[in-house]
């Protein structure tokens, strides 16, 4: 049912679409199971243990989906938290997927950055960072693991002042008793938010109470020692810390800090709610040919993510795509960009426990649907109604990781094929052909070699295909650009071989950092792109 224009404004308003970036052990799961505990989504938290071998190879949320069977899909989870609709965006834990990451964070209107505490900003924080910085989404810190001591936090905050070159401001603040984390400062209200500790670890939300700095209760809890340090902490953070600039929040160039514990809860509710009141809704997004606005302008979105064969039991696949304008429509007829073709928005699909039922529930801008495709849609791709428009693509990174596959049964050479070609369209793997007297041999590259891992069992699993794969002397690569005899003589010297990816675009494989770099300083004539040059644009 459409909803009128104001209705419209009204629910969009209430989305609030984010990931959570961190490096692997900060407790993003940890964190995740708590804000759906908060959103009524789960009932009691705890047990999800991971099989650490097994989890690159999955998404995080798969293996909790499968050990928990909560309601979740691959690909965003979806609950209700006071007045807010929100939208989490999975984002894989290890780096060997960070291109899913990439991906996910392009669907995404604000992120929050987990810090452990003992650690502050670790290789993947700074990675993940980066990109955040590039598409200047707001960025809300929360530093985890304060139940036990850690980094004093003023240094930690100057850590990530240096290390990211972004202004942090304290919104909440650890009190202890004893090195004991007992309840956060709250910096908006001038009080404490004190926690009882719960008997269950943390399987529910703990009973807290805001006091002044002036109570008993405060004094009883921390002692009269403890409130005088406290205060001297809040005068220090007062003149040291930076005030709150929510318009420099909102570029991406400040970010509000929590204090807390994901695994005994404390905090985690102050965070929320800070986080949802500050964190922006869905805003205007840049278009090739302008800018649209959420509410006033029809259905439209992009393609971030296309999964196949999720369900064994259909082999079809889903796109994933973030609605950024207007009103999913069933039944409407939309128009993918790229290729020009008409798409009847059929119902979009939602996952419980891996089984597929169709979504009645809204989907607006900010929302992500689940679309069965049978082949027509790509990562990237734009799904609008009315007037043809294009959002910019999501980019795809150059691989450091190449094979070239072999398999035992040449009458499996079909299957093999459609297998790769598949996960090429899901963007699994990259898919490359080097030119050869009996016809183009397959190469798969990969940004990181667990994807490798991840292909072969696919392949068996989902195409019934056993292949080997042998490693390529090559370890970067780049898009390539320019007159094609000057492409044709980077190629033919020594450690590198040309290849084309599936849509036909030019690479050159280098066998290490500095060839590569040689060859950009000579080459004048050439570009050479790390993402592939039709996607680079949001990047
Ligand atoms: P990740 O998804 O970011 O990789 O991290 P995850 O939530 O799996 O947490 C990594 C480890 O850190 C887990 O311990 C988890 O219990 C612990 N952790 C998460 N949040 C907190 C916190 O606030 N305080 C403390 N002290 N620990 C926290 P583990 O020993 O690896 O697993 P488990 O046996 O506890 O499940």
């Given at each position: 049912m459409a909803l009128s224009a104001a209705a419209l404004a009204e629910e969009i308003q209430r989305r609030r679409t984010f990931a959570i970036i961190s490096h692997p052990d900060a407790g993003k799961?940890?964190?995740t199971e708590k804000l759906l505990l908060y959103g009524g989504a789960i009932r009691s938290a705890?047990?999800?243990?991971?099989?650490?071998?097994?989890?690159h190879a999955t998404s995080d949320w798969l293996e909790m989906e499968q050990e928990r069977g909560i309601s979740i899909t691959a690909s965003v989870l979806h609950f209700e938290y006071q007045n807010f609709s929100i939208n989490l965006l999975d984002t894989p834990g290890h780096q060997d997927?960070?291109?899913d990451t990439y991906r996910a964070l392009t669907a995404a209107d604000s992120a929050i950055m987990l810090l452990d505490n003992r650690k502050g900003v670790e290789v993947q924080t700074q990675k993940l960072f980066s990109v955040c910085k590039k598409r200047r989404l707001p960025i809300y810190t929360f530093v985890n693991k304060c139940d036990r001591i850690g980094e004093d936090p003023l240094r930690l905050l100057d850590d990530v002042q240096l290390e990211l070159g972004i202004d942090c401001f304290v919104s909440t603040w650890p009190v202890r008793r004893e090195g004991r984390l007992v309840g956060v400062y709250d910096r908006s209200c001038g009080k404490v938010w004190l926690y009882e500790e719960a008997a269950d670890h943390g399987r529910s939300r703990p009973p807290a109470t805001l006091v002044h700095l002036e109570s008993d209760k405060l004094a009883t809890a921390i002692g009269s020692e403890g409130v005088e340090n406290l205060r001297e902490e809040i005068e220090l953070i007062e003149i040291a810390g930076s005030e709150a600039d929510f318009d420099a929040v909102a570029r991406g160039e400040a970010s509000p800090v929590c204090f807390g514990s994901a695994l005994t809860n404390f905090g985690v509710d102050v965070f929320l709610e800070r986080f949802l009141s500050l964190a922006p809704p869905p805003s205007p997004r840049e278009t090739r040919d302008g800018i649209i606005e959420p509410a006033a302008h029809p259905f439209s979105g992009f393609v971030f993510k296309?999964?196949?064969n999720m369900d064994p039991r259909h082999r079809d696949r889903v796109a994933f795509v973030r609605v950024c304008s207007g009103e999913f429509e069933e039944g409407a007829e939309a128009v993918v960009s790229r290729t020009g073709q008409k798409l009847r928005l059929a119902q979009p699909q939602e996952f419980m426990a891996r089984e597929r039922s169709h979504a009645d529930s809204l989907a607006v801008a900010g929302d992500v649907v689940g679309l069965l495709d049978r082949g027509n849609l790509r990562v990237g791709d734009t799904v609008a109604l009315g007037d043809k428009i294009?959002?910019?693509g999501v980019p795809r990174?150059?691989?450091?990781?190449?094979?070239q596959i072999h398999i035992e049964d040449a009458l499996r050479r079909k299957h093999l094929d459609r297998g790769l070609r598949h996960l090429a369209e899901e963007g699994t793997i990259l898919l490359l052909f080097a030119p050869s007297i009996t016809g183009p041999i397959p190469i798969v590259g990969a940004v990181g070699s667990l994807q490798f891992d991840v292909l072969l069992d696919r392949l068996q699993r989902e195409y019934g295909v056993s292949a080997r794969l042998e490693k390529l002397p090559f370890?970067?690569?780049?898009w390539v650009t320019g007159p094609d005899n000057q492409i044709e003589k980077v190629a033919n010297a020594y450690g590198r071989r040309r290849v084309m990816d599936t849509d036909g675009a030019e690479l050159i494989l280098f066998d290490n950092e500095w060839t590569l770099q040689r060859s950009i300083e000579q080459e004048k004539d050439l570009t050479f792109h790390d993402v592939q040059p039709n996607t680079s644009a949001d990047t």
């Open positions: 799961t940890t964190l705890g047990s999800v243990k991971s099989r650490r071998s097994d989890r997927f960070s291109e296309v999964q196949a294009e959002y910019p990174f150059s691989p450091e990781h190449f094979s370890h970067c690569a780049r």
